[in-house]
Nanobody, 115 residues
Framework: VQLVESGGGLVQPGGSLRLSCAAS????????MSWHRQAPGKGRELVAG????????NYADSVKCRFTISRDNAKNTVYLQMNNLKPDETAVYYCNSNFNAGRYWGQGIQVTVSS
């Protein structure tokens, strides 16, 4: 099983980024996917989740109306569109699958929000 995140980087406050997570090694379309983040000195928190078919998503209150999770089951990829980013959202972002009780994680991708 592999989960490979991409699309992170440095962005100014108020800016946007789109993260991608390419999955392999399990039947992607049968499992929910999620994005999490871990800021320096803090625990890992759930940012957003999406159902296997992509019809429904859920979000942390802090990101509602700014972030959008989506997936392309033909490409085995899940996305996180992040708009109006804030400095305190600087963190390493990880994707995760419900496959095998969420045992597998990506390596994480750094997102830095700073002017």
């Amino acid at each position: 099983v592999q989960l490979v995140e991409s699309g992170g980087g440095l962005v100014q406050p108020g800016g946007s980024l789109r993260l991608s997570c390419a999955a392999s090694g399990f039947p992607f379309s049968r499992y929910g996917m999620s994005w999490h983040r871990q800021a320096p000195g803090k625990g890992r928190e759930l940012v957003a989740g999406i159902s296997p078919g992509g019809a429904s998503g859920n979000y942390a209150d802090s990101v509602k109306c700014r972030f959008t999770i989506s997936r392309d089951n033909a490409k085995n990829t899940v996305y996180l569109q992040m708009n109006n980013l804030k400095p305190d959202e600087t963190a390493v972002y990880y994707c995760n699958s419900n496959f095998n009780a969420g045992r597998y994680w990506g390596q994480g991708i750094q997102v830095t929000v700073s002017s």
